[in-house]
């Protein structure tokens, strides 16, 4: 099983999922156009604000070449910054009704499936003319925003500019380092003052953060396992963890796609947002609760739940991130809908903000290019270039391909989980039963970290139990994995 080919079977998926794997002609066409166009920039920048001065860096995965946003924050005193937020200009170089932007808008967004990546935007823009990379000069869209200690945000402005990322960093080296288990990485110690702004960005990160979690915040871990692949062949599974560095970025983004959301808002430009609705199966999470003995109030609570979170990741990190997907699941999906005014705002529960976009990761997704496209226009003061109704079914596409690219990501996951354990048939794992229901037992190995179906010996186990399984049946084909408990 060893040559089962992972690549072939991804592409398959995708075909399947309804996606266009690869660029027709003309989009590589305008895309070798657009990195020609690229050096215009210098005669195109005296339009636009020139912020290259200001120390930008960016923090990423390691291997992440297409780089969506810069950070900065200018200290104003002890209890108050100005924040900035750079997201990537894609619009200038795929604008509607142009080939690249026709392709993107089939695909709505990039699609990892742990074997291969296939991105929404060619790789001419999305990994070079319009990514943030370090050293080059590009245009972006930037957000600036007063934050105070309290998480309060005022001031809010929006800007064209030309800036230059100083330093690509990396989660894990940073994330080592704020920690404290990890020396300064080389590419802040060799930026002068660098240290000191990821310091400070650390700092706001939990000013935004103690104020969300005050609000209901929901803080959640899932076991996602990334395949390690080498010369085409998986060797292991990666569960990428949070860290200090992830969050500050995650809490610098859901910042500035609140504060887009809210922009765009107070001048009534019809918009993109992206809503989690108070579950309907609150019944469900109270009922969670009760069987670890905690209550719940009967009516959908964000706060009490965020509370509850955090209890049980203190009491029992073992079992916490099933669960988090269990939580999740009951959540149900966010989706996009069309917002015009702050009366019209259904909000996101999980992220416990009032109105919330998708903007700052326009190489990747296709609802922040449309939002892009709404700040552009309103700043330019020239009509909106969609009509609510054109909104309207852009937003139902964008939410069905991202739930289709999820399918497709998690079968993959569960395809190389399968070719990984196939020459494993026997091996004997410490496991947790995940799942015990009509529809059958599920249990996850700790090591590797990988999900099956226990098919023998299973009445009697019930969500929670520790116990030894036995590999006997894998079909990597539909990502399939049984066990027998022992």
């Known amino acids: 099983m060893g040559q089962y080919d992972l690549r072939a079977r991804s592409r398959r998926a995708m075909l399947e999922s309804g996606f266009e794997p690869e660029f027709r002609p003309e989009v590589k066409m305008q895309a070798r156009d657009a990195l020609e166009r690229l050096r215009q920039i210098d005669a195109l920048a005296q339009d636009v604000r020139d912020?290259?001065?200001?120390?930008?860096?960016?923090?990423?995965?390691?291997?992440?070449?297409?780089?969506?946003?810069?950070?900065?924050?200018?200290?104003?005193?002890?209890?108050?910054?100005?924040?900035?937020?750079?997201?990537?200009?894609?619009?200038?170089?795929?604008?509607?009704?142009?080939?690249?932007?026709?392709?993107?808008?089939?695909?709505?967004?990039?699609?990892?499936?742990?074997?291969?990546?296939?991105?929404?935007?060619?790789?001419?823009?999305?990994?070079?003319?319009?990514?943030?990379?370090?050293?080059?000069?590009?245009?972006?869209?930037?957000?600036?925003?007063?934050?105070?200690?309290?998480g309060g945000i005022s001031n809010t402005s929006v800007c064209r500019a030309v800036v230059q990322n100083r330093s690509r960093l990396s989660y894990d080296e940073v994330g080592a380092w704020l920690e404290g288990d990890g020396a300064v990485p080389q590419k802040v110690a060799g930026v002068d003052g660098l240290d000191r702004q990821i310091r400070i960005q650390a700092r706001v990160s939990r000013w935004l953060l103690d104020q969300r979690v005050k609000s209901g915040a929901l803080d959640f871990e899932t076991i996602e396992a990334q395949p390690v692949m080498q010369d085409g062949h998986i060797v292991d599974l990666h569960v990428p963890h949070k860290n200090a560095a992830r969050s500050i970025i995650e809490n610098l983004m859901v910042t500035a796609n609140s504060a887009i959301a809210e922009f765009l808002e107070a001048r009534e430009v019809p918009s993109l947002q992206r809503v989690v609705r108070a579950p309907a199966r609150w019944d469900r999470i109270v009922d969670l609760a009760r069987r670890v003995h905690e209550d719940l109030p009967p009516v959908p609570d964000p706060i009490a739940l965020s509370q509850f979170l955090i209890r049980r990741r203190n009491a029992d990190p073992v079992h916490f991130p099933d669960l988090s997907l269990s939580v999740v699941k009951l959540l149900g999906a966010g989706e996009y809908e069309v917002v015009k005014s702050a009366a019209d705002h259904v909000g996101h529960f999980g992220l416990a903000v009032h109105s919330y976009t998708h903007s700052t990761a326009p190489n990747r997704r296709y609802a922040d290019i449309l939002i892009q496209r709404l700040l552009k226009a309103t700043l330019a003061g020239t009509p909106a270039p969609y009509t609510e109704a054109q909104l309207s079914g852009l937003a139902r596409g964008c939410t069905e391909r991202e739930n289709a690219a999820r399918k497709v990501e998690r079968l993959m996951r569960k395809v190389a989980a399968a070719v990984m354990l196939s020459d494993r048939i026997g091996s004997v794992f410490d496991a947790i039963v995940t799942g015990a229901s009509n529809k059958g037992t599920y249990t996850r190995v700790l090591h590797p970290p990988v999900e099956g179906c226990v098919t023998r010996n299973a009445y009697g186990l019930d969500v929670g139990d520790r116990v030894r399984v036995r590999l006997i049946h894998t079909d990597p084909d539909k990502g399939h994995i049984d066990f027998e408990c022992l």
Not at 104 to 132: F, H, K, Q, W
């Open 51 to 150: 912020l290259r001065h200001l120390l930008w860096s960016s923090i990423d995965n390691s291997d992440s070449l297409d780089l969506d946003q810069l950070e900065y924050v200018e200290q104003i005193d002890d209890r108050k910054v100005r924040l900035h937020i750079a997201i990537a200009d894609v619009d200038w170089l795929a604008p509607i009704g142009s080939s690249i932007d026709l392709h993107a808008e089939r695909n709505r967004c990039t699609v990892y499936t742990g074997v291969d990546i296939y991105p929404m935007l060619p790789e001419e823009l999305s990994t070079e003319a319009t990514s943030l990379r370090d050293g080059r000069d590009r245009f972006a869209v930037v957000i600036s925003m007063d934050v105070s200690e309290d």
